[in-house]
């Protein structure tokens, strides 16, 4: 944050924070008695075509499975199934769409009580002692995976798309 590229640096940030922020991501409370709040930290990444990218991330490593995790698991697609179902789409000329969703992680709502304190160099005045309740899984988080893909399962099978038990991660939607 001291080099010569510190304002874009500083406005990528804050734009990080604006987006955790409209998403509802944590509300600022005292730290229940017997508590730890787990550390964040900034990651920067400068982007090939120049763009600035900052990411807060939680330092999930100083969790403890039972009490602030229970699972961490999350399904992957067999690449045996991919090529199968591009196979099938070339043959009965199936129309395919494939999406990426910007800061995915952060729709998963969290079901453990997870606190961590607030990031550096946006520490809310007047709330310094103040820790964030966690309401969905940011970055680093060990069950970051586990609740996006709750979410993600949720929201598809409310779309009426089938869940595929011969892979996990296949949905296929009839009509």
Same mark, same amino acid.
């Given at each position: 944050?001291?080099?010569?590229?510190?304002?874009q640096w500083h406005?990528?940030?804050?734009?990080?924070m604006d987006t955790?922020?409209k998403?509802?991501?944590?509300?600022?409370?005292d730290?229940?008695a017997?508590?730890?709040?787990?550390?964040?930290?900034?990651?920067?990444k400068?982007k090939?075509?120049?763009?600035?990218?900052?990411?807060?991330?939680?330092?999930?490593?100083? *969790?403890?499975? +039972?009490?602030?995790?229970?699972?961490?698991? #999350?399904? $992957?697609a067999r690449f045996?199934?991919?090529r199968?179902? !591009?196979?099938?789409a070339a043959?009965?000329?199936?129309?395919?769409?494939?999406?990426?969703?910007?800061?995915a992680?952060?729709?998963?709502?969290?079901?453990?009580?997870?606190?961590m304190? *607030?990031?550096? +160099?946006?520490?809310?005045?007047?709330?310094? #002692?103040k $820790?964030?309740?966690?309401?969905?899984?940011i970055?680093? !988080?060990?069950?970051?995976?586990?609740a996006?893909?709750?979410q993600?399962?949720r929201v598809?099978?409310?779309?009426s798309f089938?869940?595929?038990?011969?892979?996990?991660?296949?949905?296929?939607?009839?009509?």
């Open positions: 944050m001291r080099s010569a590229q510190a304002d406005d990528t940030c804050q734009y990080e955790l922020a998403n509802g991501t944590w509300t600022l409370v730290l229940p017997g508590r730890k709040a787990v550390k964040s930290k900034w990651v920067f400068r090939t075509d120049g763009r600035y990218r900052a990411r807060l991330v939680a330092k999930g490593f100083t *969790q403890i499975q +039972g009490i602030d995790y229970d699972e961490t698991f #999350s399904p $992957v045996e199934s991919l199968l179902i !591009l196979a099938l043959l009965e000329d199936w129309e395919i769409h494939q999406m990426d969703i910007k800061s992680f952060l729709n998963g709502l969290l079901e453990e009580e997870i606190y304190e *607030q990031p550096e +160099g946006f520490i809310t005045p007047g709330q310094e #002692s $820790v964030c309740l966690l309401k969905k899984a970055y680093g !988080l060990k069950q970051a995976l586990c996006w893909n709750i993600f399962h598809l099978i409310e779309l089938m869940h595929m038990y011969s892979n996990a991660r296949i949905y296929v939607y009839r009509r």
